[in-house]
Each structure stands twice: as structure tokens, then as C-alpha cells.
């Protein structure tokens, strides 16, 4: 059954204090309803994908435990109506099913397996977000090869964003007032209702909403799936048109390969269990050599190591262009290098030495991109504060900053463009 409003009524959750694993997250009803649906032959059996990460639906689990008896009245009510939207929404096999499991009525997997917080598509997909928003997307109605969030996902991402401002409020301790409550209410139920315009009809008696096809691509040289996000992906024919305009009189750049010149670097402060922190960014002329092969179309290697997807940087047809946009995203890589840091709350900065940071779908200035990093240096001054030295290995354009090619539409233009034997 898909009715929003269980015969049972509202239970109060558990404490929280025991938390389901999160490998054992689904309860029967969801993978049961998983089953309902037939797949293209390359998805398998298909999986379930969470919008908002199961890490983010925990910490707003965990404050539903702790405020759901709060002193205040607002403030309890808020919480409660917040509780009880989901339980409505859950659907009365789930909630019986999060009833019945261990740690009892946990708000935890309830979160987990709001059916409308999943989306169905291929296991493993080669672009899976992490614990970053893995939205929904559509083509926009005006037909410009660009993407948009549909509305469900639009929404669920502003819940996310007003639970992320909220939990990093006062110095990190959080604001989670009734007004928040409120909102994340109000959100959900709206996203509740453009589910159910938009995909209703086809749900039906449905506990899952159905898989949007549209969305994902396969790749048969790598047999990998993935979704394409708000990365417009133009296809073999128009490629081959770009390729070929920016490679004319593209050029030499091999005299960068094997370059340790810095390019350029990028600063972010903040603070690691009230320890100052200043974290420095930098890139040199040989990293910057790999984006021009992997990322542009004027010196795209169509000989290198198949992946199932390149992203490229449109408009920089120089290497001079390739480096001034590095210093353009290099402040930003360097908020995400010192966020995805200091969120280890339990580790020693001794330990973040020679770790990777590996992100996509991360603000860099006017740019989105995925980036890969390393540790450099990790250093304790003598007024206690850390300085710490990260090396940018690579760096793509991510969403709307870039246009996207499949491996086989990148071997079909390389051998019209006779890159390729």
C-alpha cells in the first residue's frame, strides 16, 4: 500500500542511543518494492539511491531523539509534527517494519527508508556523489542541452541546505529551534506533493516511486552506469564538432608534463577542535598538463586509460587559460579540502598526512567541479594553530560548469578525428 497515513497511530522514536547498521539500512517492505520494478539488463537488480546521504539523514535522526521531549513547547511541537509528517509519509509497511526491527522504532531507519528520500537505478553507479546530494535531475522544457533538479529533488536539496546551515550554526554546536522544525516540515510536504503530481500516476499502488530511465547512461566500453546529474552530455556528433574547433593550431604543451612549477595556490581558515587551522592549496604546471589532457577539448588525450566519463572545461583553448582557471577554483578547493578535514571529529591532524581527498559537486567560485588532492604537509606553529600544505592532483568540471562524453563516444570521435588508429 502506498497511503501516506499508517492505521497505526504515531509512536514516539526511540532514544537513539542505538543506531541500526548502516550496511542492514532497508527494511523488507523497501526491498521488496525494489523488486517491483523491471531494470534494463545492465542494472542488474537495480538499487536504491539516496537524495540526501544517509550520514545527513542520521543527524537530523539523532536531534529528532534528543528534542522530541523538549522542554520548550514550540519547540517539542515543531519536532513532533516533523516526526509525524515522516511517519505518515513512510507508509504503513514501512513503519510497521521500523516497529518491529531492532533498536525498535528507530528515527534513524525510518529516515532511511522514506520512500521518497530513494531513487531506483544501477548498482555502483561510476558517479555516486558520496555523502553529497544525489539528485534527480530532468532536461530543461527550453531544450538547450541543459540540466535542472526535478521538483522533488529541488526541494529535498533546500531541506538539506537549511539542515546543513542550522547544524553547523553556533560554532558548530547547532540552532535546531522550532522555526527550523517548521521549515523542514513544510519542505517535505511539498515535496511529498510534486512527487506524487509528477510520478503518482505511474506509482500507482507502488510503494516506490519509479526509476527515471532517463537519467542514467551506459557506457559499453567500461560497462559502467552513471547518472548524469546537471552535466549535459551533447553525444558523439555534436563532440566531434567541438573537439575539432578548439584542436586547430591548438598548442604544443608537452614541455609541462613533468613541470613542478606552482601554477598557483588557494587559503581557507577555520578551526579543528578550537585549534586555528590555515590551509593552503597549491598546483603546479604538471597537474595542470593532466587537466588540459583529461578535461579540455584542444588537448584531450584520446589515447589515455578508458573511464566511463570525461567532463570537459569549455572555452580554455591555452594552457596560459588552463592555469588561470586553476587559481580561479583554488580558493574554493580549498574550503572543500578543509570542510572534508575538520569533519573528522575524532581524528589527529598527525593522521591527515598523505590522506586523498577525493570530492565531486564542490563550489569553486562561479564553477562546480570534482577534485583530487593530497596531504602534503601537516604542521603544528608554536602558538598552537596548523598549517597544513595540500597538493591538487586534478581537477574537472562538475554539473553545469562542463559538458560530459561517454569512453565510447570519445573513441568514435577520436577515430574521425584520426587521434586514434
Known amino acids: 500500500m502506498t497511503t501516506a497515513v499508517p492505521i497505526t497511530p504515531v509512536d514516539a522514536p526511540n532514544t537513539g542511543k542505538q543506531v541500526p547498521g548502516k550496511a542492514d539500512w532497508a527494511v523488507v517492505p523497501i526491498t521488496k518494492g525494489k523488486a517491483r520494478y523491471a531494470f534494463p539488463a545492465e542494472w542488474g537488480a537495480g538499487a536504491l539511491h539516496h537524495k540526501i546521504s544517509k550520514e545527513k539523514l542520521s543527524s537530523i535522526a539523532e536531534q529528532i531523539a534528543i528534542l522530541y521531549n523538549a522542554p520548550d513547547p514550540e519547540l517539542k511541537a515543531a519536532v513532533r509534527a516533523f516526526w509525524g ?7 504503513e509497511p514501512v513503519v510497521r517494519a521500523v516497529m518491529d526491527a531492532r533498536p525498535k522504532t528507530s528515527p534513524h531507519r525510518l ?6 528520500m530513494v531513487s531506483l537505478g544501477p548498482m555502483s553507479p561510476s558517479t555516486d556523489p558520496g555523502q553529497e546530494f544525489d539528485a534527480d535531475t530532468e532536461a530543461e522544457p527550453a531544450g538547450n542541452g541543459r540540466r535542472r533538479m ?24 547547532g540552532d535546531f529551534d522550532a522555526d527550523l522544525w517548521k521549515e523542514l516540515t513544510r519542505l517535505l510536504g511539498q515535496a511529498h506533493e510534486a512527487a506524487q503530481t509528477a510520478y503518482g500516476s505511474v506509482r500507482g499502488d507502488l510503494l516506490l516511486y519509479p526509476p527515471l530511465r532517463e537519467q542514467w547512461l551506459h557506457d559499453t566500453v567500461t560497462h559502467e552506469n552513471l547518472r548524469k546529474g ?41 578551526t579543528f577542535n578550537a585549534c586555528p587551522v590555515v590551509l593552503t592549496v597549491s598546483v603546479d604546471e604538471a597537474s595542470t598538463h593532466h587537466v ?13 586509460t578508458a573511464r566511463p566519463i570525461n567532463t570537459i572545461w569549455p572555452g580554455v583553448t591555452t594552457f596560459a587559460a588552463v592555469s588561470a582557471l586553476a587559481v580561479e577554483v583554488l580558493p574554493g578547493i580549498a574550503e572543500s579540502c578543509l570542510a572534508e578535514l575538520t569533519r573528522q571529529v575524532n581524528s589527529d ?7 586523498d581527498i577525493e570530492l565531486d559537486i564542490q563550489s569553486a567560485g562561479p564553477h562546480t567541479v570534482y577534485f583530487r588532492a593530497a596531504v602534503d604537509k601537516v604542521k603544528e606553529e608554536a602558538d598552537g594553530s596548523l598549517r597544513v600544505k595540500v597538493f591538487l592532483k586534478t581537477f574537472a568540471p562538475a554539473g553545469h ?14 577515430h574521425a578525428l584520426g587521434a586514434l588508429p
Not at 526535478?150 to 554546536?173: F, H
Not at 591532524?349 to 590522506?355: C, L, M, N, R, S
Request: a negative charge.
Open 111 to 116: 529516515l532511511w527508508n522514506l520512500p521518497i
Open 401 to 414: 560548469s562542463g559538458p560530459g562524453f561517454l569512453r565510447q563516444e570519445l573513441d568514435t570521435i577520436g
Open 349 to 355: 591532524p598527525e593522521d591527515w598526512f598523505g590522506q
Open 85 to 91: 509528517l515522516c511517519w505518515r509519509l513512510a507508509g
Open 292 to 304: 588540459c589532457t583529461r578535461h579540455t577539448f584542444a588537448f584531450f588525450d584520446f589515447r589515455a
Open 230 to 270: 546537471l552535466t549535459n552530455y551533447p553525444g558523439a556528433q555534436a563532440g566531434q564538432q567541438l573537439f575539432a574547433a578548439a584542436r586547430h593550431n591548438a598548442q604544443a604543451i608537452a614541455q609541462f608534463h613533468a613541470s613542478a612549477t606552482v601554477v598557483g595556490s588557494g587559503q581557507a581558515r577555520g
Open 150 to 173: 526535478d521538483a522533488v529533488s529541488t526541494l529535498l536539496k533546500e531541506l538539506e541546505d537549511a539542515w546543513t546551515t542550522a547544524d553547523g550554526a553556533n560554532n558548530g554546536l
